[in-house]
């Protein structure tokens, strides 16, 4: 096996948390708070905390609406961010499957 992958991994993205949220946001076109909170089951808290971290690498847009007269908070992957979540994913694999041989 290759000892230098963990060199490779993007650590903003490898955090469990961040993973799951761009996850979600690859396969949409953009989410909303609530819609992240419930397919994630992470707390408010949490999806702030992490997507200022995601904000700041340039992988999500944050995006601040209202709807009526409600605040609403959605998230895009930018192609930065789903340029960096496929190679991070390509890059995972190899490791996984180095794990094979």
């Not at 993205?13 to 953009?30: D, N, T, W």
């Not at 998230?75 to 996984?96: A, D, H, I, N, W």
Request: with cysteine.
């Amino acid at each position: 096996m290759d000892s230098t992958w963990h060199n490779t991994i993007d650590k903003v993205i490898h955090e469990p948390a961040r993973l799951s949220m761009l996850a979600c946001l690859y396969v949409v076109e953009s989410a909303d708070f609530v819609f992240l909170q419930r397919q994630t089951g992470l707390t408010g808290g949490n999806i702030s905390s992490h997507m200022s971290k995601l904000e700041d690498a340039g992988y999500v847009k944050v995006v601040k609406t209202f709807v009526g007269k409600r605040p609403n908070t959605s998230f895009q992957l930018t192609p930065k961010g789903r340029g960096s979540l496929e190679t991070y994913c390509g890059t995972m694999k190899q490791v996984l499957g180095d794990l094979a041989d």
